[in-house]
T-cell receptor
Framework: GEDVEQSLFLSVREGDSSVINCTYT??????LYWYKQEPGAGLQLLTY?????DMKQDQRLTVLLNKKDKHLSLRIADTQTGDSAIYFC?????????????FGAGTRLAVHP | NAGVTQTPKFQVLKTGQSMTLQCAQD?????MYWYRQDPGMGLRLIYY???????DKGEVPNGYNVSRLNKREFSLRLESAAPSQTSVYFC???????????FGSGTQLSVL
């Protein structure tokens, strides 16, 4: 079945770049997502990438997609303390018109001074 | 803007009790979802409703039932709560394929 895997923890120094990695299993996934969850809150969409793209950049965020290896990464440049949160990778499951997502376990990013 | 509203925010149940988690969205979205979040396991899909009038099982449907009352509302019912259902529950909605999922703020449920 479908599965999404990501490392559970990442610690970085403020001002450095953070790279969060994710692997997925469904080669037919058309959309791949990064969601952010701050303490006590629901998830918010950070960015997404279509499967026919290799890279997407949005301000401090860069998403890289390697379809051959089914590997997705999120790079946050100039990481700030406000970036401390849990980051979830997700792939769209199925071909229906709805948007059923399969999520990874989440990577907790800790930013220290 | 309300977005996705879940009630209650917190609930404590005894084993065997029943309860219904309510969810409503005001974005005219067709699809709605219930997820549970457990430490180290991310979010797992319990049930979803692709459109009004339809519901389908997700990854972990056992012990739950859902009702898509109308386009706005999608409720999750625990008929006989078990300690294994202690979790944080999130409702979400989306406008269609590829569209962003909007999440509610969650319900923290403890079953003793």
């Amino acid at each position: 079945g479908e599965d999404v895997e990501q490392s559970l923890f990442l610690s970085v120094r403020e001002g450095d770049s953070s790279v969060i990695n994710c692997t997925y299993t469904d080669s037919s996934s058309t959309y791949l997502y990064w969601y952010k969850q701050e303490p006590g809150a629901g998830l918010q969409l950070l960015t997404y990438i279509f499967s026919n793209m290799d890279m997407k950049q949005d301000q401090r965020l860069t998403v890289l997609l390697n379809k051959k290896d089914k590997h997705l990464s999120l790079r946050i440049a100039d990481t700030q303390t406000g970036d401390s949160a849990i980051y979830f990778c997700a792939e769209k499951s199925g071909s229906g018109g709805y948007n059923k997502l399969i999520f990874g376990a989440g990577t907790r990013l800790a930013v220290h001074p | 803007n309300a977005g996705v509203t879940q009630t209650p925010k917190f609930q404590v149940l005894k084993t065997g009790q029943s309860m219904t988690l309510q969810c409503a969205q005001d974005m005219n979205h067709n699809s709605m979802y219930w997820y549970r979040q457990d430490p180290g396991m991310g979010l797992r899909l319990i049930y979803y409703s692709a459109s009004e009038g339809t519901t389908d099982k997700g990854e972990v449907p056992n012990g739950y039932n859902v009702s898509r009352l109308n386009k706005r509302e999608f409720s999750l019912r625990l008929e006989s709560a078990a300690p294994s259902q202690t979790s944080v529950y999130f409702c979400a909605s989306s406008g269609g394929q590829g569209k962003e999922l909007f999440f509610g703020s969650g319900t923290q449920l403890s079953v003793l």
